[in-house]
T-cell receptor
Framework: AQSVTQLDSHVSVSEGTPVLLRCNYSSSYSPSLFWYVQHPNKGLQLLLKYTSAATLVKGINGFEAEFKKSETSFHLTKPSAHMSDAAEYFCVVSDYPTSGTYKYIFGTGTRLKVLA | GAVVSQHPSWVICKSGTSVKIECRSLDFQATTMFWYRQFPKQSLMLMATSNEGSKATYEQGVEKDKFLINHASLTLSTLTVTSAHPEDSSFYIC??????????????FGPGTRLTVL
């Protein structure tokens, strides 16, 4: 079965410093992996998606993630945090290869706090 | 592109009444939509998968008679919470697949609906 594990429930960084949000996945197939961001009382916004075309994926708002098969990781990074980045971040894997459905399997989320 | 809307954004109702939440794909056709429930400070829980023109597929433990889902067109799915009770209070989020813009397995999410049952 496919799964994702977000290693940190909370991450705090100072404004202008790098952001690292960690995600490990488990999959028997080549997975489709996603990062979404959720601001308070809002829906989820797609940051980026990995689909095996390139291991380094660039997303919106300066975020990027690198797919590392040997480490089964898909960590999200940003060189310089902005106050507006404070939100909940979800790492997601598509269950399509396993179940044939397009369900998502969600990580438990990482709350990013940006300090002034 | 790939915009999903929900209406209403928040609703307060009395216990025992029914509430309908609409999910619309604004600029694309969605054969599949999903309904999620999110409790405070938690991840999303999939309630059901809604397929246009057919019955919804509910996740284990979700009462299909309690949460009625209709996907009558390629741009609209509705979730009706019947005989709502305070324990149904939650944040409900829908999503839709848009294979054109993100690939077959990419979901785009609505802004959510906050339901409070008194």
């Amino acid at each position: 079965a496919q799964s994702v594990t977000q290693l940190d429930s909370h991450v705090s960084v100072s404004e202008g410093t790098p952001v690292l949000l960690r995600c490990n996945y488990s999959s028997s197939y080549s997975p489709s992996l996603f990062w979404y961001v959720q601001h308070p009382n809002k829906g989820l916004q797609l940051l980026l998606k990995y689909t095996s075309a390139a291991t380094l994926v660039k997303g919106i708002n300066g975020f990027e993630a690198e797919f590392k098969k040997s480490e089964t990781s898909f960590h999200l990074t940003k060189p310089s945090a902005h106050m507006s980045d404070a939100a909940e971040y979800f790492c997601v894997v598509s269950d399509y290869p396993t179940s044939g459905t397009y369900k998502y399997i969600f990580g438990t989320g990482t709350r990013l706090k940006v300090l002034a | 592109g790939a915009v999903v809307s929900q209406h209403p954004s928040w609703v307060i109702c009395k216990s025992g009444t029914s509430v309908k939440i609409e999910c619309r794909s604004l600029d694309f056709q969605a054969t599949t939509m999903f309904w999620y429930r999110q409790f405070p400070k938690q991840s999303l829980m999939l309630m059901a998968t809604s397929n246009e023109g057919s019955k919804a597929t509910y996740e284990q433990g979700v009462e299909k008679d309690k949460f009625l889902i209709n996907h009558a067109s390629l741009t609209l799915s509705t979730l009706t919470v019947t005989s709502a009770h305070p324990e149904d209070s939650s944040f409900y989020i829908c999503s839709a697949r848009d294979w054109r813009s993100g690939g077959a397995d990419t979901q785009y999410f609505g802004p959510g609906t906050r339901l409070t049952v008194l």
